[in-house]
Nanobody, 127 residues
Framework: QLQLVESGGGLVQAGGSLRLFCAAS????????MGWFRQAPGKEREFVAA????????LYADSVKGRFTISTDNAKNTLYLQMNSLKPEDTAVYYC????????????????????WGQGTQVTVSS
């Protein structure tokens, strides 16, 4: 069983940067694929970025590619999302997610594919 706790959200001006953290705890004795999703008011949850347990493979939504970077520190059981050149349209609740996987190079972009979710952290980008 895995528990995810997010931090690092807040208020930032357009063009600024923010770094999100997701700490994993519990039964961390298996391989996990990790991802970030976000949900704005009145909108459905959308995929942001994903990374394989090995770290060899990453995937980004077109809307954030080139601005956001997903990374992991497996030794610290921590997932990161570095967000640069933030735009007002990036405003949303950001969720980290994980799923158990046997394949260390696998990654996923659909919400139903994930087993565990964090509580979400608010990111607000002002004009």
């Amino acid at each position: 069983q895995l528990q995810l706790v997010e931090s690092g959200g807040g208020l930032v001006q357009a063009g600024g940067s923010l770094r999100l953290f997701c700490a994993a705890s519990g039964r961390t004795f298996r391989s996990y694929a990790m991802g970030w999703f976000r949900q704005a008011p009145g909108k459905e949850r959308e995929f942001v970025a994903a990374i394989s347990w090995s770290g060899a493979n990453t995937l980004y939504a077109d809307s954030v590619k080139g601005r956001f970077t997903i990374s992991t520190d497996n030794a610290k059981n921590t997932l990161y999302l570095q967000m640069n050149s933030l735009k007002p349209e990036d405003t949303a609740v950001y969720y980290c997610a994980a799923r158990t996987t046997y394949y260390v190079d696998s990654y996923y972009m659909d919400s139903p594919q994930y087993n565990y979710w964090g509580q979400g952290t608010q990111v607000t980008v002002s004009s």
